[in-house]
């Protein structure tokens, strides 16, 4: 078992909004982060920037000499399939061979995938072991950069979130605000988790792999798959505004995320359902 006062070496490769916030943890758990991104004018003091393009491998050549961990926590900016190959399998395969290059040899690596390597759309529950035959780019490109990770020769773990709700995420308020709900014929399940609790699984993940092997896969949703409908119909209420249309836009795909591998490996969400997790934003919404 590794002494926990080491002060470990931590990149952060597409140090975002998730990313940033693992940072800053980290950070003020005693670690040096490094944050990678092509602009790093936002990242806070407490991380070190790195600016380099993650699908340009020249700007990949001055990593830290020493990296005990490396989480792969990148967005692609658009839906287009190159800037998703290039964010994803690309640019993971680019970062990985910079590292080998340069002869440095992380203890750990997470890759940061999505729920959107499953094809599921028949309420059908799905957990690490489900089979994922994905009939869209984002979901093959996702996969195949999982198997990247998983193949890379260090320690990998794939965390699959579903959909991100939290701070600075307004859409669906805005759109139920405005009176827009969805339609509840069929019904559709969702899932979802909150940007907290998505900063709290990696930090859970990170520091569990410091004991124990990790499984190579876990699923990262809270314990409340549900209905599109009947969410955006409770935040309604909780705005005090009538849906006055059921014309909202869904995702074609409807299964229920199970938590079971992750909840067993010791995490407890802090917003285990949707109402939890909405009470704060919407008290910032109506402010
Ligand atoms: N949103 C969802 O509902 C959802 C669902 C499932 C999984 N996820 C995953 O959750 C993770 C967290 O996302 P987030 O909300 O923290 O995203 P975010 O705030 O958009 O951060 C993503 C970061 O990636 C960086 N990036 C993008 N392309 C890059 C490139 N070519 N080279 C270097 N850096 C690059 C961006 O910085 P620059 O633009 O400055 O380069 C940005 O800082 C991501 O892995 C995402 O795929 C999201």
Same mark, same amino acid.
């Given at each position: 078992?590794?002494?926990?006062?080491?002060?470990?070496?931590?990149?952060?490769?597409?140090?975002?909004?998730?990313?940033?916030?693992?940072?800053?943890?980290?950070?003020? /758990?005693?670690?040096?982060?490094?944050?990678?991104?092509?602009?790093?004018?936002?990242?806070?003091?407490?991380?070190?920037?790195?600016?380099?393009?993650?699908?340009?491998?020249?700007?990949?050549?001055?990593?830290?000499?020493?990296?005990?961990?490396?989480?792969?926590?990148?967005?692609?900016?658009?839906?287009?399939?190159?800037?998703?190959?290039?964010?994803?399998?690309?640019?993971?395969?680019?970062?990985?061979?910079?590292?080998?290059?340069?002869?440095?040899?992380?203890?750990?690596?997470?890759?940061?995938?999505?729920?959107?390597?499953?094809?599921?759309?028949?309420?059908?529950?799905?957990?690490?072991?489900?089979?994922?035959?994905?009939?869209?780019?984002?979901?093959?490109?996702?996969?195949?950069?999982?198997?990247?990770?998983?193949?890379?020769?260090?320690?990998?773990?794939?965390?699959?979130?579903?959909?991100?709700?939290?701070?600075?995420?307004?859409?669906?308020?805005?759109?139920?605000?405005?009176?827009?709900?969805?339609?509840?014929?069929?019904?559709?399940?969702?899932?979802?988790?909150?940007?907290?609790?998505?900063?709290?699984?990696?930090?859970?993940?990170?520091?569990?792999?410091?004991?124990?092997?990790?499984?190579?896969?876990?699923?990262?949703?809270?314990?409340?798959?549900?209905?599109?409908?009947?969410?955006?119909?409770?935040? /309604?209420?909780?705005?005090?505004?009538?849906?006055?249309?059921?014309?909202?836009?869904?995702?074609?795909?409807?299964?229920?995320?199970?938590?079971?591998?992750?909840?067993?490996?010791?995490?407890?969400?802090?917003?285990?359902?949707?109402?939890?997790?909405?009470?704060?934003?919407?008290?910032?919404?109506?402010?």
């Amino acid at each position: 078992m590794k002494h926990m006062s080491n002060r470990d070496q931590i990149l952060i490769a597409g140090c975002g909004d998730v990313g940033s916030q693992l940072g800053l943890n980290l950070a003020a /758990a005693g670690h040096q982060v490094f944050g990678l991104r092509r602009n790093i004018n936002q990242l806070p003091p407490a991380i070190q920037g790195i600016a380099a393009d993650l699908s340009q491998t020249d700007t990949l050549k001055g990593l830290p000499q020493q990296l005990d961990t490396v989480f792969y926590v990148v967005a692609a900016g658009s839906r287009e399939e190159s800037v998703y190959r290039q964010a994803y399998s690309g640019g993971l395969q680019n970062l990985l061979q910079a590292l080998q290059q340069q002869g440095i040899h992380p203890r750990q690596l997470f890759f940061v995938s999505s729920t959107a390597v499953y094809h599921q759309q028949n309420d059908e529950w799905v957990d690490e072991s489900s089979a994922t035959e994905p009939d869209n780019f984002s979901g093959r490109i996702m996969l195949d950069a999982e198997q990247i990770a998983l193949q890379s020769g260090i320690p990998a773990t794939v965390v699959r979130f579903s959909g991100i709700y939290g701070p600075g995420r307004n859409y669906m308020l805005s759109q139920v605000n405005r009176g827009t709900g969805y339609p509840a014929d069929p019904p559709r399940y969702s899932n979802r988790i909150h940007r907290d609790d998505c900063v709290g699984v990696l930090q859970h993940l990170w520091r569990r792999s410091q004991q124990q092997p990790l499984a190579p896969v876990y699923l990262a949703s809270d314990d409340q798959p549900a209905p599109l409908h009947e969410v955006g119909d409770w935040l /309604a209420a909780q705005l005090g505004v009538e849906i006055t249309e059921r014309s909202a836009r869904r995702t074609i795909g409807s299964k229920r995320c199970s938590n079971a591998l992750l909840k067993q490996s010791g995490y407890q969400f802090r917003y285990p359902d949707y109402q939890s997790g909405y009470a704060e934003l919407i008290k910032a919404f109506l402010r």
